[in-house]
Each structure stands twice: as structure tokens, then as C-alpha cells.
């Protein structure tokens, strides 16, 4: 703004050509009233508009997709400094975001796991140490009376490392540590890291998802600055995913891990392409499966 506009040829509101002089009072009072009147126009356009759009338009459609945060985004401090609460599948949602039935499908898919206070990212040497089973495990069975009720027993019970109950279940033991810390109930084990209780008992090899740095219990997340998953096994199982733990660990690649196997661009999303389909299937867009 200045002195080479002093020279310049503008057109005026009504097409007349005004050739501005360097003696700038002249033009500096043109320059004003041109700018009130553009202004008075912006006013009455303005509010013009925003009555219009007062009228028609709902509200803006804002479409989130959730991504998995490879690079860390904060979100608002608002909700960093809420109280921890086991958020499972509860999200936040516009009204206006529950019409189409089809949307409404992706939202009971969607997972929402607050932000923590450390970026949650995994590497190639995290999906390695996933586990996996030949047998499924039956939930809900082992441990609980003919009613389906879990049997505590605070006495002859020990302690699972996931979800922190006393119960009777058989529980797995670190080959590595033998510490409490391997002890998982069969439920965990299985909804947490697709692994099965009984082949875990019987492998010398076994060790605890603590010692493989891939536990995701909710003490052991607060440990690494990241918030609980709640509970979100059902969602991770239609979502095409083994666990918990597979789920995480597939979403969640650190850039550089991807960028070193030359897969740019290839980022697992929260949702996969199969979402229409919910009957399961095997981990969809794992980078095993994109390389072969
Ligand atoms: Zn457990
Ligand atoms: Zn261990
Ligand atoms: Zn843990």
C-alpha cells in the first residue's frame, strides 16, 4: 500500500478511468471514499448472504474421518484436561450426522480413542511381535458360572494383568519376566492380542505382550502417555481386525517405518475399503499383504 499505487489507473465504481497523480491528497480521498463505499456494499452483501444462508442451509456438513494419528494432532485442550473416562464407542456426534443409514453404519464403526499426551505410533518391530493362535478361544466360558457370570474369587483367584480382575480363569505366564504383569485371563489374551491362553501355556517361548512392549492395558497406555481403548473389540472384529492390539499396531505406523519400505502413501485408515462387508475377514491393507 503506497507509493506505487500513487501512479496507477483504477477504474472507479461507475467504469469511469481516474488517473491518480503522485499529489496524493487527491487520490488519498478518493482512495477513502472508494473504500467506504466498498465497504457499505460488503456490509449490505454480507448481511445479505448470511441471511440467505441463515435460511437454507442447516449447518455445514463436516464430514470426519479419522485417521490414525501418525503425526501427532492435537486436539482441543478441552478434552485433554477431561477426567479419563472409558470412552469405548462413544463419540461425540453432530445430529445432523445420523441420516443416511449408510453413515450411520461407519459411525458405529468409527473408534474413538481420546489423545494422550505422547503420540501413539508403531513400528515394523511392533506388527512382528503381534500374536496369533490356531485355535480360537471361546469368550465368556472359562472362569464364569452356568449363569455366564465371571467367578471372583478373591482367595484362590489371581490377578490378570488386562483387566485387573481376581478371577479363576486361567491366566498365562511370562517365559520371559515371570512376573504378575504376564498373567492375562484367556478373554484378554484373545480380544486384546488374538492370542489363545491355552497354546500361549503350552509354548516355552511365550512371552507376556509387556515384555514385547506391546501391551495395550489401560495402566500400561497411561504408562506411555496414551489414553484406553475402552472397549472396542467388536468394532476392531467387524472392522476386519484380529485384536486390539492388531488393530492399534496396523493403524498406527510410524511415517518413517513406512516411508523406509518405500510404501509412501500407503497408511492403513481406521476404516478399511471392506467397512460394507462386516462379516470378518482376514487384517485388510496390512503392508505384508500391499508388498506381495
Ligand atoms: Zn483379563
Ligand atoms: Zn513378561
Ligand atoms: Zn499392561
Redesign the pocket.
Known amino acids: 500500500m503506497g507509493n506505487q499505487r500513487n501512479h496507477r489507473k483504477e477504474e472507479d465504481g461507475g467504469g469511469a478511468v481516474v488517473v491518480v497523480s503522485a499529489s496524493s491528497q487527491h487520490y488519498e480521498q478518493i482512495r477513502e471514499q472508494r473504500m467506504k463505499e466498498n465497504a457499505e456494499r460488503m456490509h449490505k452483501l454480507g448481511l445479505l448472504n448470511l441471511s440467505l444462508k441463515l435460511k437454507k442451509t442447516p449447518r455445514p456438513q463436516i464430514k470426519k474421518i479419522s485417521l490414525p494419528s501418525i503425526q501427532p494432532q492435537r486436539r482441543s485442550s478441552r478434552i485433554m484436561t477431561l477426567p479419563s473416562v472409558d470412552y469405548g464407542s462413544k463419540r461425540p456426534r453432530a445430529p445432523h450426522q445420523q441420516h443416511s443409514s449408510s453413515s450411520k453404519k461407519k459411525k458405529e464403526l468409527e473408534i474413538y480413542i481420546p489423545e494422550g499426551t505422547n503420540p501413539e505410533v508403531y513400528t515394523e518391530e511392533h506388527e512382528k511381535l503381534l500374536g496369533d493362535c490356531e485355535t480360537a478361544w471361546e469368550l465368556y466360558v472359562d472362569g464364569y458360572d452356568e449363569d455366564g457370570e465371571r467367578i471372583y474369587d478373591p482367595t484362590k483367584g489371581e490377578k490378570c494383568h488386562q483387566c485387573r480382575l481376581i478371577t479363576i480363569s486361567q491366566l498365562t505366564s511370562?517365559?520371559?519376566?515371570?512376573?504378575p504383569?504376564?498373567q492375562l485371563c484367556g478373554d484378554c489374551l484373545y480380544t486384546r492380542y488374538g492370542e489363545n491362553v491355552r497354546e500361549a501355556d503350552f509354548n516355552p517361548q511365550w512371552?507376556?505382550?509387556?515384555?514385547?512392549e506391546i501391551c495395550n492395558c489401560n495402566s500400561c497406555r497411561r504408562k506411555n502417555g496414551w489414553m484406553p481403548t475402552g472397549n472396542i473389540y467388536n468394532k476392531v472384529v467387524k472392522l476386519g481386525f484380529k485384536s486390539v492390539a492388531h488393530y492399534l499396531i496396523k493403524t498406527r505406523r510410524s511415517v518413517e517405518s513406512i516411508e523406509g519400505s518405500g510404501a509412501e502413501n500407503i497408511v492403513a485408515q481406521e476404516i478399511p475399503e471392506t467397512t460394507q462387508d462386516t462379516t470378518q475377514k482376514g487384517p485388510i491393507r496390512t503392508r505384508r499383504a500391499l508388498r506381495s
Open positions: 511370562c517365559n520371559k519376566c515371570e512376573l504383569q504376564g512371552t507376556c505382550p509387556c515384555c514385547r
